[in-house]
């Protein structure tokens, strides 16, 4: 089993940033792909980004593209969402997610979650 803590949530204003911070345990962290998502009250849970085990391949939707960064540090057992410009549509649940499989991540199938971090984006 893997598990999976969310951290860096907050409130913020809008045009501001945060970075959100995932740590892994139990498994080999190097093993996983690495996903985050997020969910508003009403929507459907969505990809943000994704990373692949070796942090050569990534996803980002298109809603974040550009003012999104994920990255992981293999030896730390880390991976990270750095949030810039953010936008009170941002405002959701994050939740760090993990899988064996890079598919699996993009289609969000992951094996493996954490409980969610709050993201909070006022005008």
């Known amino acids: 089993q893997v598990q999976l803590v969310e951290s860096g949530g907050g409130l913020v204003q809008a045009g501001g940033s945060l970075r959100l911070s995932c740590a892994a345990s139990?498994?080999?962290?190097?093993?996983?792909?690495m996903g985050w998502f997020r969910q508003a009250p009403g929507k459907e849970r969505e990809l943000v980004a994704a990373?692949?085990?070796?942090?050569?391949?990534?996803y980002y939707a298109d809603s974040v593209k550009g003012r999104f960064t994920i990255s992981r540090d293999n030896a730390k057992n880390t991976v990270s969402l750095q949030m810039n410009s953010l936008k009170p549509e941002d405002t959701a649940v994050h939740y760090c997610a993990a899988d064996a499989q890079f598919g699996k991540v993009v289609g969000v199938f992951a094996d493996y979650w954490g409980q969610g971090t709050q993201v909070t984006v006022s005008s």
């Open positions: 139990g498994g080999s962290f190097s093993s996983y792909a």
């Open positions: 990373i692949n085990f070796s942090g050569t391949r990534t």
